[in-house]
C-alpha cells in the first residue's frame, strides 16, 4: 500500500493521495496552522484561531460553526454550537476546572485536595461523588451517594481487588511477569487468607473463578473458567492467532496474508471462509459455504453496496459529514436517516413505519419510540 505526500516549503504535508489515486488537501496560516482541509469527496473543513494560537472555530462541511471561547490565558470558558451554548467552565485560583455548566442550566462543581486530584464532584440534582486516594495517588474508594465501591492494588501497582456497593468482589491475580493470571468473582468479600507471595485467595462455593495462562512472549494461551472448561490459543512466529480451541474442543484454524490480514478461516465442521482485499487493505470479497459476497466502497472507504451469494445487493447513501442517509434493500424498500442540526439521528424511516429518538442537553439517547408506539426510556 502506498501513499503520496506533498510539502510546501516550510516542510507542511499540503496533499496526500493514495493507491487509489484519492486526494485529500490541507492548507496552512503564516504560522504553520491548518486553516483548511478538504477530503477526498471535496467535504471542506475551515479552522480559525485566536491571538494565543487555539482554536477560535470550526467550520464543517454543512457550514455549521462550533465556536471557543477563552480566558485571557487561554483557559477555554465556553463552547457553542451553531449559536447554541453547549457548556461553560470557570476556574479556581489554581486554574482548574470548578464549575461545569451545560445548555440545560445542569452544573458539576469540583473540589480538589491538597495536591490537586479530585476529591469531590456536586451536581446540582443532589449527586455527590467523593474520592479517596492512597499514597501513590491511586483512587482506593469512590463514595456515590450512600454507595461505595472499594479498590486495593498490588506492590506493582496492578488492580488486585473491587468491592461493589453490593459488596461483590472481584479479585486479580498475576504470574511473575505482571500478566494478569486469574480473576475471581465473588459474591461478598472473600477470605483474607493470602500470602506474601500473592496466592490465590481462598474462594467459597459461591465464587467464580477464571484462570488466564500466557506464553513468553506474554500472549494468552489458555482460559479455564470455574467449571475448569478451556479455552486454548496458538501464535505462530509473528505473533497470529493461528488455531483457537474452544471449550467444546472445537478447533478453528486462521490464515493470513504477507500484512497480516485474515484470508481464510477453517471450522471445525469443514467449513471455511475466504477473505480478500482491495490496495488499501480493506474487505472487499469474502467466500463462505453458501457463496460469495462482495462489497464495494467509495473514496473514503464508506461501504455503498454488498452483493451477496445470491447476487442480491444493499447500498448504502452518506451526507457531506459522512452520516449515512439512507438504505436500499434488494426488493426496494428503502430506510431513511433524519439527523438534526447537530448530527444527531431523529428518525429512521421505513416506508410507513417510524423509529424516533430523543436525546438530553448532553446529547445523550433518553428515549426511543418504536413504530408501534413503545417507547424505551434510558436514564444516566
Known amino acids: 500500500?502506498?501513499?503520496?505526500?506533498?510539502?510546501?516549503?516550510?516542510?507542511?504535508?499540503?496533499?496526500?493521495?493514495?493507491?487509489?489515486?484519492?486526494?485529500?488537501?490541507?492548507?496552512?496560516?503564516?504560522?504553520?496552522?491548518?486553516?483548511?482541509?478538504?477530503?477526498?469527496?471535496?467535504?471542506?473543513?475551515?479552522?480559525?484561531?485566536?491571538?494565543?494560537?487555539?482554536?477560535?472555530?470550526?467550520?464543517?462541511?454543512?457550514?455549521?460553526?462550533?465556536?471557543?471561547?477563552?480566558?485571557?490565558?487561554?483557559?477555554?470558558?465556553?463552547?457553542?454550537?451553531?449559536?447554541?451554548?453547549?457548556q461553560s467552565l470557570e476556574y479556581d485560583g489554581a486554574g482548574r476546572v470548578a464549575k461545569r455548566t451545560f445548555a440545560d442550566g445542569y452544573e458539576i462543581s469540583y473540589n480538589y485536595d491538597a495536591l490537586s486530584r479530585i476529591e469531590k464532584v456536586n451536581g446540582t440534582d443532589g449527586r455527590t461523588v467523593s474520592y479517596e486516594y492512597d499514597a501513590m495517588g491511586r483512587a482506593t474508594k469512590v463514595s456515590d451517594g450512600d454507595k461505595e465501591t472499594l479498590y486495593t492494588y498490588t506492590a506493582t501497582g496492578r488492580l488486585k481487588s473491587v468491592v461493589d456497593a453490593l459488596s461483590n468482589e472481584t479479585v486479580y491475580t498475576y504470574d511473575a511477569l505482571d500478566n494478569l493470571k486469574s480473576i475471581h468473582r465473588i459474591d461478598g468479600r472473600a477470605d483474607e487468607k493470602e500470602s506474601k507471595e500473592d496466592r490465590l485467595p481462598k474462594v467459597g462455593e459461591d465464587g467464580h473463578v477464571t484462570i488466564y495462562s500466557y506464553n513468553l512472549a506474554g500472549q494468552l494461551t489458555e482460559v479455564t473458567d470455574a467449571l475448569g472448561q478451556k479455552e486454548t490459543y496458538e501464535y505462530d512466529q509473528y505473533g497470529r492467532l493461528v488455531t483457537k480451541v474452544d471449550r467444546d474442543n472445537y478447533s478453528t484454524d486462521y490464515s493470513y496474508?504477507?500484512?497480516?490480514?485474515?484470508?481464510?478461516?477453517?471450522?471445525?465442521?469443514?467449513?471455511?471462509?475466504?477473505?480478500?482485499?482491495?490496495?488499501?487493505?480493506?474487505?472487499?470479497?469474502?467466500?463462505?459455504?453458501?457463496?460469495?459476497?462482495?462489497?464495494?466502497?467509495?473514496?473514503?472507504?464508506?461501504?455503498?453496496?454488498?452483493?451477496?451469494?445470491?447476487?442480491?445487493?444493499?447500498?448504502?447513501?452518506?451526507?457531506?459529514?459522512?452520516?449515512?442517509?439512507?438504505?436500499?434493500?434488494?426488493?426496494?424498500?428503502?430506510?431513511?436517516?433524519?439527523?438534526?442540526?447537530?448530527?444527531?439521528?431523529r428518525e429512521l424511516v421505513n416506508g410507513n413505519e417510524k423509529t424516533s429518538y430523543d436525546y438530553d442537553a448532553y446529547g445523550r439517547l433518553i428515549e426511543k419510540t418504536l413504530p408501534n408506539g413503545n417507547a424505551q426510556k434510558f436514564d444516566y
Open 1 to 86: 500500500h502506498t501513499r503520496s505526500f506533498t510539502y510546501d516549503e516550510a516542510g507542511l504535508v499540503t496533499s496526500v493521495t493514495d493507491t487509489l489515486g484519492n486526494k485529500s488537501t490541507r492548507e496552512y496560516d503564516l504560522l504553520g496552522r491548518v486553516i483548511r482541509e478538504i477530503d477526498s469527496l471535496g467535504n471542506e473543513t475551515s479552522y480559525t484561531y485566536t491571538k494565543l494560537g487555539n482554536v477560535e472555530t470550526i467550520t464543517d462541511a454543512a457550514s455549521r460553526v462550533r465556536r471557543f471561547e477563552y480566558t485571557r490565558g487561554g483557559k477555554l470558558t465556553a463552547i457553542y454550537f451553531c449559536d447554541k451554548l453547549e
Open 257 to 345: 496474508n504477507d500484512i497480516g490480514r485474515v484470508t481464510r478461516v477453517d471450522y471445525a465442521d469443514g467449513k471455511s471462509v475466504a477473505l480478500s482485499y482491495d490496495e488499501l487493505g480493506r474487505l472487499n470479497e469474502f467466500t463462505d459455504w453458501l457463496g460469495t459476497t462482495s462489497i464495494q466502497r467509495d473514496v473514503l472507504g464508506r461501504v455503498l453496496s454488498v452483493n451477496d451469494y445470491n447476487n442480491k445487493s444493499v447500498s448504502y447513501n452518506y451526507g457531506k459529514l459522512n452520516e449515512r442517509t439512507e438504505i436500499v434493500y434488494p426488493d426496494g424498500r428503502t430506510v431513511d436517516y433524519i439527523y438534526d442540526d447537530e448530527r444527531k439521528l
